[in-house]
């Protein structure tokens, strides 16, 4: 079955980094756009980044721009989100979430698009 798990999430202070690892199994991994989102207490979920499938095009959110850096081992089914510069503000549960789909501009921030999630990995940003 298909499964994604994610590691690395922690606490760290402001301005400290953290890399994210998502792990897949059980489908194609390499035809899978693969995004990342966080969720932070009281508020929705929300994309972070994405890459697609093939010639691993990559998407910010406006809040990740310049500080996180997505990227993608095929190799080892794995995707990676390198986190710099953190703030209080990027504390969250972050989630990976796959999609069949080819990821655009336009709608890759959108949860409904993605069929398969993983159980999160908490990131915790304080002094």
């Known amino acids: 079955q298909v499964q994604l798990v994610e590691s690395g999430g922690g606490s760290v202070q402001p301005g400290g980094s953290l890399t994210l690892s998502c792990v897949a199994s059980g489908f194609t991994f390499h035809y899978y756009g693969i995004g990342w989102f966080r969720q932070a207490p009281g508020k929705e979920r929300e994309g972070v980044s994405c890459?697609?499938?093939?010639?691993?095009?990559?998407y910010y959110a406006d809040s990740a721009m310049g500080r996180f850096t997505i990227s993608r081992d095929n190799a080892k089914n794995t995707v990676y989100l390198q986190m710099n510069s953190l703030k209080p503000d990027d504390t969250a549960i972050y989630y990976c979430?796959?999609?069949?789909?080819?990821?655009?501009?336009?709608?890759?921030?959108?949860?409904?698009?993605?069929?398969?999630w993983g159980q999160g990995t908490q990131v915790t940003v304080t002094s």
């Open positions: 890459i697609n499938s093939g010639d691993s095009s990559t």
């Open positions: 979430a796959a999609t069949p789909l080819r990821l655009a501009g336009t709608h890759w921030h959108l949860a409904a698009l993605y069929d398969d």
